[in-house]
């Protein structure tokens, strides 16, 4: 008598442990596909961001003091000071900000998605036995 109690009460905890298992692996799966859409948004805004920032470092003359000290870097030893100044005045901090901003959504949702990769690859294990 005992053990039908206890195929049963073996059998609630499987199927308890079961649906936690399908629960969290469809959390994983929905996590995945945020994460892969964060990925091909920032994957996609990369290129456009450059342009921009490329764009305004042309505009504000700061592809002109590079070019500069690359060229001619006995002038900006002598005048580091005002050199370093005009760099820092006419840099694109915006466009900065904004390519930074694009790769940290990069870098966070590669993580996340090998994160929820390794989650639903142990869970698909775990169902499978």
Known sequence: MNSN?????DRIIGLVMGR????????ARAFAVFHLTLIAGAVASVVPVVRLMADRASQSGFSEYVSLAMSDGGYVMSSWSSFLLSLAESAPIASAAILAFVLTIFTYSLRGAARDFTA????????QL
């Not at 639903?120 to 169902?127: F, K, N, T, V, Y």
Request: aromatic share 4%.
């Open 120 to 127: 639903m690859r142990s869970l698909g294990i775990q169902a």
């Open 20 to 27: 936690i298992a399908k629960r969290r692996l469809y959390r």
């Open 5 to 9: 109690a206890d195929n049963k009460a």
